[in-house]
């Protein structure tokens, strides 16, 4: 089985400062999807970014990258130049890369506060 | 292109009561996975469908149970409510290819109260 920790459970970022969220997993699987998912207080999650497992090149999406380190299980989210609408809670979660019941294990996750 | 839509936004509900939670996937998706969330808690997983078939479920008992439609929308059933499923009920569609699937795009999700 897997599992997703977020052992911060709040942060708070000044507006246009860089902010880095982490996450460590738990798997026996050698091919798998890491993702981040933003939640706003309107309760939709969104799809932040991915990243394949077999990939060594770090994610990047506008603004946010990882930091993936498979040997450590870390993946580590980066917010540059924070903005108000990045205020949500960040999800952490895990997918098997084949196979059937690909479900998604979600961290706890952490309240991202940006402070104008 | 038509996101994943959920209905009701909100309902309550009376222990022991039964329940019904609908779900529309976006267009070209042939998979619906059902998630529970707990208020400060990471979604957890009920179970997913695939081609109108169960294709996994979590730890779930089950008065839990779904359906897949053939064009690919989904209930989720819960009987018997207890206090303790006051939640987040969110559905989750994406497309599956030789048995997996990808990335998970959420509707906005039915917060049900039980009382």
């Known amino acids: 089985a897997q599992t997703v920790t977020q052992s911060q459970p709040e942060m708070s970022v000044q507006e246009a400062e860089t902010v880095t969220l982490s996450c460590t997993y738990d798997?026996?699987?050698?091919?798998?999807?890491l993702f981040w998912y933003k939640q706003p207080p309107s309760r939709q999650m969104i799809l932040v970014i991915r990243?394949?497992?077999?990939?060594?090149q770090n994610a990047t999406e506008n603004r946010f990258s990882v930091n993936f380190q498979k040997a450590a299980k870390s993946f580590s989210l980066k917010i540059s130049d924070s903005q108000l609408g990045d205020t949500a809670m960040y999800f952490c979660?895990?997918?098997?890369?084949?196979?059937?019941?690909?479900?998604?294990?979600f961290g706890k996750g952490i309240t991202l506060s940006v402070r104008p | 292109e038509t996101g994943v839509t959920q209905s009701p936004t909100h309902l309550i509900k009376t222990r022991g009561q039964q329940v019904t939670l609908r779900c529309s996937s976006q267009?070209?998706?042939?998979?619906v996975s059902w998630y529970q969330q707990a208020l400060g808690q990471g979604p957890q997983f009920i179970f997913q469908?695939?081609?109108?078939?169960?294709?996994g479920r979590g730890n779930f008992p089950p008065r839990f149970s779904g359906l897949q439609f053939p064009n690919y929308s989904s209930e989720l059933n819960v009987n018997a409510l207890e206090l303790d499923d006051s939640a987040l009920y969110l559905c989750?569609?994406?497309?599956?290819?030789?048995?997996?699937?990808?990335?998970?795009?959420f509707g906005p999700g039915t917060r049900l109260t039980v009382t």
């Open positions: 990243q394949e497992a077999y990939k060594q």
């Open positions: 798997t026996s699987e050698s091919n798998y999807y």
């Open positions: 989750a569609s994406s497309t599956s290819l030789a048995g997996g699937s990808y990335e998970q795009y």
């Open positions: 267009s070209g998706h042939n998979t």
């Open positions: 469908y695939y081609r109108e078939e169960e294709n």
């Open positions: 979660a895990f997918m098997k890369h084949t196979g059937a019941n690909s479900k998604l294990t």
